[in-house]
Structures are given as structure tokens and as C-alpha cells.
């Protein structure tokens, strides 16, 4: 038998572009505002210029668009980006919107009419149908596919396909919320007692997980499933088990925002909590930075020596993307409060700025009180604060001033280094189409610069892939200095680091589909990155 392969030619189409990474879109007052840099060391970017102020939103879990409700009108909208928007062809005024795990589906509630407006196609060719729904749910979902809604109910989880019959997969009267799997039929739900999987075309349900559940968030990506309880506890479900991370939080809601990371809070105060999934941690992304407070007025000094203070971290940095939590100790009780304020200042040794290094409350600074007759220090009511490391090489310089009863300008000091490293891939994704082929690549570069990216394609098992020169050999190395420079020499990088979003565009002769995937290394001046594939 004679085996034919295809051969793809491909070579690069126009220059890189680099650009500050998305975490994803938070809906809030009224507004949307971006959240760029990665976890750990992520910042709020300014509201979307979307030219209407918003009532309700909710995102795409891949971040590609969103829907919201114009407070005016209250006419459902379906947003890009870059803050262009399209009114949706649904009737007005939802009670509910739910976005599929995928994106391409929505799902929208209606009390007045019992019904169901159900968006398939999203985002780009949306085209919608009604389902009746004859009971107010608590939690509504929808397929990747839009055929099937599911809704928890005081009765039990009912879900209907296009027929409008519906089929109950779960009798109980405690179930809390309910998230379909991506690209697939099954529904996952949350009781008060259990985890369950149900799929409405084979009936029947089984056990995922069992305990006792206060359940505020349930979400699911290709790799895993995540429940976070109110009490602050997340469960990370995957082929591998079980995972518990405690958030100390509240939880609002699971909000995936891409494959491995989900919002966890919906207060309009406080930090962004953000779950790492992969990483099995929860990171804050600081709000704007609160009022300074005043500074009390010293009191008469008493003849006592103030006690020494220390700054302790833990755990103590040693590297990016941490966030450790800072404590104050005093070496002895004091007979009065001791106020202070901790300064953060951060020296780059590969040059530029790195906004992200900041406190979880925001900004450079934070107060703390030490309690008379104690020897920890409180931060508006809390044991720490948490601050992030950042992305640039450089120190960190933490210092402890007191305000009352005596001023110390400093009272403490603690620093650290982080040292120039090779470039740190987090994520490599890929897009064909006729023609052409896309790769996206994102991480960070501590010094600040990237001279160069190896790509190494790899081709379907019917094909081979070779360079525009005829050579049999699918690694194509492309100079990215001009861009990276340009990037890390504008002062919007400042914003968030060495932090990067880059974006390279291939021309492709033969069929782009015979690419399956692509291997990235990037180098920088202190080495190569470790390679990192495509999902």
C-alpha cells in the first residue's frame, strides 16, 4: 500500500505583535472592566469604553465576548473586546443570563412569561429559541450545543431539549446549582449533600463527590471540575481526584475565565479573588488603592522604649506570580496602640516598572494597628495582607514606619531579590484557517526582553510540514526583538510587568488543518524557555 502525504508550506505572514496578557472581563457597576497580567501578578484595567452603562453582564468563559443588559433600554447586548456591540434578536428585561462552558451557547430567564430564550451560535452568528419554563429556577444552564437547558427547581433539576418536555434527573428538593460539561449532554449538580452527574439522555445520576455542601459556585472546564463552597472552601475534581484549597473568602460564584483560572468574587469591595486551578492557589487582584488614612497625632511619649517590630513574610519570596502574606510582630506588648504604615517599593534591575507589585488592598502602602497590650499586628481588622512579586527582576523593599504614640520612620525593614530568568511560558494556543494559521503566546520575561521564538509544528499523521524553502523541517525561528523592545520601552508595559501577550500570524500553502499542534521556546538574554505546546 502506498502512503500519500500532504504537504503544508507555511512561513511567517507579518510581524509579531505583543500586547499586556487578559485574564478576562469583571462585570460590576454598571460597567466592565479588563483584568490584565496573569495570576499572581495581575491589575484592573480601566472600564470598557461600551458607550452604554450596563445593568447586568456575564462573559464568555473564553473571554471572546460578553452579554449585558443596557440599564436604559434593558436590551440584551452582546459585546466585543474592544467594546463594539450588537443588540441580541431576544426579547428584553432577563431575569437570568447563562453563558455555556464554551461560550457558544446562551441562555436567558423570564419570569413574566415562564420562558427561556435559548442563543445558539455565539459569538458570531447568534440565533435564538424559546423554551417554557414553568418554574422560577434557582440555577439555570445550558449546552454547549443549546440543546439542552437544565434548571435546579424547589421540585428537583428538570431539564427540556427542543421538544419542551421535560425530564427530571434529580428529585431531591436541596439542589443549589447546576453546570453543564463542555461540548457535552451531562449536568453536573450541587446538593446539599452531593456532586452528582447526570446526563438527560441516558437518565440516571451518579456520585461525584459527597460531604456537606454549602455550594456558592459550580463551573467546569476541559480538565476540571470546580465547586466552591460558602464557607470558603474549593473543590478541584479531575481524573486524578479530588483537591481542597481553602480561599478565606466568601465565595460569590465559579466564573471560568479561560481553561485553568475562574473568578471566585462578586463583591463590589476588596480584592478579585482569582483561583489557579492548575496551580491549586488563589491570587488577589488589588482594586483601586484605598484613601490614605490619617495620621494619628503622636502621643506625649510615656518614657517607654517602643518594643522592635518585624516584618515576617510567608512564605518567604523566592521568585514571580507569589503572593505572600505579610505579618507584623512587636517584641513586646506596649501599653497603648501602635499605629504604622508599610511602604512597598520595588528597584528594577532590568529596567522599567512593574505596577502589579503592589498590596492585594492596592497601592503601596498599607496601615496597621498593633493593639495595646498585643504583639501582632491587625490590617483593618485582618492578621496579613498579601502583595504580589511581580514579573521583573529587581528587589522589593518592605518598611515599617509608626506614626503614634511615638514616630519611627523606620521601624523595620525587610527585603529580597528576584533574580533574571529565562522566559516563562503560561499558555500557547493556535487557530487555522484557509491560508493561514495564528499562534498566541503568553507569559512573562523578568529582563524584559525576547530576542527570538522557535515554533515547531507538528502535522495531522497524513501529513508533513515543511518551511517555504522546501525543507523537511517544521521549527521556523522568527525574531521578535523589534516588537518586545517596543513593547517594554512603552510605558503601558509598565502596567503590568514583563508580562506579555504574544501574537504571530503564519502563511500557510495546502491545507492549515494538516497543523494539530505547535511546541513555543522563546529566548531571551538570559536563555531558553522551557517549550510549551498547545492545548
Not at 452568528?125 to 440555577?139: D, G, I, M, N, T
Not at 450545543?145 to 431539564?159: F, M, N, Q
Not at 510615656?302 to 505579610?326: C, D, E, K
Not at 496602640?337 to 492596592?362: K, M, Y
Request: aromatic share 6%.
Amino acid at each position: 500500500m502506498r502512503i500519500v502525504f500532504a504537504a503544508v508550506f507555511f512561513c511567517v505572514a507579518g510581524a509579531a505583535q505583543v500586547s499586556a496578557p487578559l485574564v478576562g472581563w469583571l462585570p460590576e457597576a454598571g460597567a466592565i472592566r479588563p483584568v490584565r497580567g496573569l495570576p499572581g501578578a495581575a491589575v484592573l484595567g480601566d472600564p470598557l469604553r461600551v458607550g452604554q452603562v450596563l445593568a447586568a453582564a456575564a462573559a464568555s468563559p473564553g473571554q471572546d465576548y460578553l452579554l449585558a443588559m443596557a440599564a436604559g433600554t434593558r436590551q440584551v447586548l452582546r459585546i466585543s473586546p474592544a467594546g463594539s456591540w450588537t443588540p441580541l434578536e431576544v426579547p428584553p428585561n432577563p431575569d437570568q443570563m447563562v453563558i455555556s462552558p464554551s461560550g457558544s451557547s446562551a441562555a436567558l430567564f423570564y419570569p413574566e412569561t415562564g420562558s427561556v430564550e435559548v442563543v445558539t451560535g455565539l459569538p458570531g452568528a447568534p440565533a435564538a429559541r424559546q423554551a417554557l419554563v414553568p418554574v422560577s429556577p434557582r440555577a439555570l444552564a445550558v449546552s454547549d450545543d443549546g440543546r439542552w437547558i437544565a434548571a435546579a427547581t424547589p421540585e428537583g433539576v428538570l431539564a427540556w431539549d427542543a421538544s419542551g418536555v421535560p425530564r427530571l434527573l434529580y428529585s431531591g428538593d436541596d439542589a443549589a446549582l447546576v453546570a453543564f460539561l463542555p461540548q457535552s449532554s451531562s449536568l453536573l449538580i450541587a446538593t446539599a449533600g452531593q456532586l452528582l452527574s447526570a446526563d438527560p439522555d441516558a437518565g440516571g445520576a451518579s456520585v461525584l463527590a459527597q460531604g456537606s455542601f454549602a455550594p456558592a459556585g459550580l463551573s467546569a472546564s476541559p480538565d476540571r471540575i470546580v465547586l466552591a463552597d460558602k464557607n470558603g472552601t474549593i473543590y478541584l475534581i479531575d481524573s486524578g481526584g479530588t483537591a481542597v484549597v481553602d480561599c478565606q473568602c466568601h465565595p460569590g460564584g465559579v466564573f471560568a475565565m479561560g481553561r485553568d483560572v475562574f473568578r471566585l468574587t462578586t463583591a463590589p469591595a476588596g480584592p478579585v479573588l482569582l483561583l489557579d486551578a492548575s496551580a491549586g492557589a488563589v491570587f488577589a487582584v488589588p482594586r483601586a488603592a484605598a484613601a490614605p488614612r490619617r495620621a494619628a497625632r503622636p502621643a506625649q511619649a510615656s518614657g517607654a522604649a517602643l518594643p522592635a517590630l518585624t516584618i515576617n513574610l510567608s512564605p518567604f519570596p523566592n521568585g514571580y506570580l507569589q503572593q505572600p502574606a505579610l505579618t507584623i510582630s512587636a517584641s513586646a506588648p506596649y501599653s497603648s496602640d501602635i499605629t504604622g504604615t508599610v511602604t512597598l517599593s520595588f528597584a528594577s534591575s532590568a529596567g522599567g516598572a512593574d505596577s502589579t507589585i503592589q498590596f492585594s488592598t492596592g497601592g503601596t502602602s498599607v496601615n496597621f494597628t498593633i493593639p495595646a497590650g498585643s504583639t501582632q499586628a491587625s490590617f483593618s481588622g485582618a492578621p496579613s495582607v498579601k502583595f504580589s512579586t511581580g514579573t521583573v527582576a529587581g528587589t522589593t523593599t518592605l518598611t515599617a514606619s509608626i506614626t503614634a504614640p511615638q514616630p519611627v520612620a523606620a521601624a523595620a525593614v525587610q527585603s529580597f531579590t528576584t533574580t533574571p530568568t529565562p522566559p516563562f511560558i503560561s499558555n500557547v494556543s493556535f487557530t487555522t484557517a484557509p491560508g493561514s494559521a495564528t499562534v498566541v503566546v503568553t507569559g512573562f520575561s523578568s529582563t524584559r526582553d525576547v530576542a527570538s521564538a522557535v515554533f515547531n509544528f507538528a502535522p495531522a499523521s497524513n501529513a508533513t510540514i515543511n518551511e517555504s524553502n522546501n525543507t523537511s523541517n517544521p521549527n521556523l525561528a522568527v525574531s521578535t526583538s523589534p516588537q518586545f523592545q517596543a513593547w517594554f520601552n512603552s510605558t503601558t508595559s509598565y502596567a503590568t510587568g514583563s508580562e506579555f501577550t504574544l501574537t504571530v500570524p503564519f502563511s500557510v500553502s495546502g491545507n492549515s488543518a494538516d497543523i494539530v499542534a505547535v511546541t513555543v521556546t522563546l529566548i531571551n538574554s538570559r536563555g531558553a524557555s522551557t517549550p510549551v505546546s498547545s492545548k
